[in-house]
DNA sequence: GGAGTGACTTTTT
DNA sequence: GAAAAAGCCACTC
């Protein structure tokens, strides 16, 4: 579980009101295993990791509203909003702004 | 220990 | 430019 583990660890970096994506924590851990990281904080969204904040490439949520299993994150979703993270038509404004990227 | 799986990303049609 | 397919790696069954 190392590998979750270092997900957990850089989901818990992005700083309120900000957001990243799955890309950019897999690049981070040197790593091509993307799926690995929505895996991650899919098995562990009870955690207190802000797995709301980790979106995919497009800069919008995934799977979050399709799936009914997960529909509690889309209470999460608006929780981002109130964060000051604008969606429009589940896509994020000034995504590139409000994207953290891991050094 | 092998096969199946997945909150993704990139490339190709 | 949208839709489909393939590639990826660690984890679970």
Do not use: W
Not at 3 to 12: E, P
Not at 82 to 88: A, L, R, S, W
């Amino acid at each position: 579980m190392t590998f979750f583990n270092d997900v957990y660890g850089l989901c818990k970096q992005i700083p309120k009101g900000k957001v990243s994506t799955y890309g950019e924590l897999a690049r981070k851990l040197n790593t091509k295993a993307y799926r690995l990281v929505g895996q991650a904080l899919r098995n562990n969204f009870y955690v207190d990791v802000p797995c709301h904040r980790v979106l995919n490439s497009k800069g919008e949520l995934y799977g979050f509203k399709g799936s009914k299993d997960i529909e509690e994150l889309n209470e999460k979703k608006e929780l981002l909003e109130q964060e000051g993270i604008v969606f429009n038509n589940g896509k994020v404004l000034n995504f590139e702004k409000i994207l953290f990227k891991f050094k």
